[in-house]
């Protein structure tokens, strides 16, 4: 697989796609693996800061999508189309989400969506998918949607328990 698909670590940290490559999947393993709606929102928040009735600058947008994709990591000319995609869609959802789902996209998406494809294609077992889109209205931060990790409280049943996240009501 492509360097650029490994964009993904979803297995504690390990390339996932190089594990099924290298036919470390057991045979006729079943595989969940998804992503959230807004997975980009606590990256954009962390590196952007949280959204503001302002938005971002466009200086600060253009900035952000340089650092996010380069020429280092992805094919030449390549880093540059995959930006002025997004600053297309920033004219229609504002600056900060259009970077938000650019960072999402980049860092778990893309190669969540890519090893999905791949394991199905190896031939490994049952790979299943899924897009968590709930929004827990008691999250620290409820205005980063369904972000990144926002839906472990309920894939491991932490009902009433504490997170910045939110749990299951």
């Keep these: ?3 650029y698909l490994n964009s993904v670590m979803p297995c504690l940290d390990t390339p996932l796609l190089a594990r099924v490559a290298a036919g470390c999947v057991k ?7 998804g992503h959230n709606q807004y997975e980009g929102n606590l990256l954009a928040n962390a590196f952007a800061g949280p959204p503001t009735p302002t938005g971002m600058n466009a200086s600060a947008f253009a900035h952000a999508l340089q650092n996010l994709f380069t020429d280092a990591v992805f094919p030449h000319g390549l880093a540059q189309a995959i930006a002025a995609n997004y600053s297309d869609t920033a004219a229609a959802v504002g600056r900060w989400e259009a970077f938000a789902a650019a960072a999402g996209d980049y860092g778990m998406t893309c190669g969540t969506v890519a090893a999905q494809e791949h ?4 031939g490994t077992g049952g790979w299943y998918g899924y897009l968590f ?8 931060m409820p205005g980063l ?3 990144h990790s926002s ?6 049943n932490l009902t009433g328990k ?3 996240f939110g749990f299951p009501t």
């Design 1 to 3: 697989a492509e360097d």
């Design 27 to 33: 045979p006729g393993a079943r595989v969940i693996l």
């Design 119 to 122: 394991g199905r294609a190896a």
């Design 133 to 140: 889109t709930h929004r827990s209205a008691n999250a620290l």
């Design 145 to 147: 949607n369904a972000t």
């Design 151 to 156: 839906e472990v409280p309920y894939v491991f």
């Design 162 to 164: 504490d997170s910045f």
